[in-house]
């Protein structure tokens, strides 16, 4: 049987943001936090290392508040896999107040419903999508978007993230030094 590739090292190599994560508690082995001027160098890289889209989503949270003025509050997220061997990549964007970032369905065919529905439901304009008219909802109420949150709603990006790992690997090996 051949040995299972780790591909944390392809992706740092290339200068992303990238994580590794317990699969069996968040359903992905790598996590990728991109700036928009990386969304489709990262596509790219995923699609030339045999990765296929899985989906791409969006979310809204309250944006980061002081050092990041450009961020509007929506998150793009993507989920890449592999067909032969069990290995998944959690990508995620801060959309900016312009809500574009670039479109991937050139390079994935897969992402043009995706990137057309997050459209829709969440108002983020995918820069070179070439049918990015509405999917789902009516072109009558292009400003309508259901899926946006009243402001005094959002919780931040770090509410609603998992808990970093390490905190609770330390709190484990507190817990056994003290015997509780």
Not at 68 to 91: M, T
Not at 98 to 125: C, F, K, M, N
């Given at each position: 049987?051949?040995?299972?590739?780790?591909?944390?090292?392809?992706?740092?190599?290339?200068?992303?943001?990238?994580?590794?994560?317990?699969?069996?508690?968040?359903?992905?082995?790598?996590?990728?936090?991109l700036?928009v001027?990386?969304?489709?160098?990262?596509?790219?890289?995923?699609?030339?290392?045999?990765?296929?889209?899985?989906?791409?989503?969006?979310?809204?949270?309250?944006?980061?508040?002081?050092?990041?003025?450009?961020?509007?509050?929506?998150?793009?997220?993507?989920?890449?896999?592999?067909?032969?061997?069990?290995?998944?990549?959690?990508?995620?964007?801060?959309?900016?107040?312009?809500?574009?970032?670039?479109?991937?369905?050139?390079?994935?065919?897969?992402?043009?419903?995706?990137?057309?529905?997050?459209?829709?439901?969440?108002?983020?304009?995918?820069?070179?999508?070439?049918?990015?008219?509405?999917?789902?909802?009516?072109?009558?109420?292009?400003?309508?978007?259901?899926?946006?949150?009243e402001?005094?709603?959002?919780?931040?990006?770090?509410?609603?993230?998992?808990?970093?790992?390490?905190?609770?690997?330390?709190?484990?090996?507190?817990?056994?030094?003290?015997?509780?």
């Amino acid at each position: 049987m051949a040995k299972k590739k780790d591909y944390k090292n392809d992706f740092l190599h290339q200068r992303f943001d990238a994580t590794e994560t317990d699969y069996d508690q968040r359903g992905y082995h790598l996590e990728v936090v991109l700036d928009v001027n990386q969304v489709r160098k990262f596509a790219q890289t995923a699609y030339d290392l045999g990765f296929y889209i899985v989906f791409v989503a969006g979310l809204h949270v309250r944006p980061n508040e002081g050092h990041d003025k450009g961020n509007s509050g929506l998150v793009v997220v993507y989920q890449f896999a592999r067909y032969d061997q069990l290995y998944r990549i959690k990508a995620r964007v801060s959309v900016p107040n312009t809500l574009e970032i670039p479109s991937i369905s050139d390079i994935y065919q897969g992402a043009d419903w995706h990137e057309r529905e997050t459209r829709d439901l969440y108002g983020v304009v995918f820069d070179g999508h070439p049918n990015m008219k509405p999917l789902l909802l009516s072109e009558e109420d292009p400003d309508f978007h259901p899926l946006l949150k009243e402001e005094k709603k959002l919780k931040s990006l770090d509410e609603i993230s998992w808990p970093s790992e390490a905190p609770e690997v330390a709190k484990g090996e507190a817990e056994a030094e003290t015997g509780r």
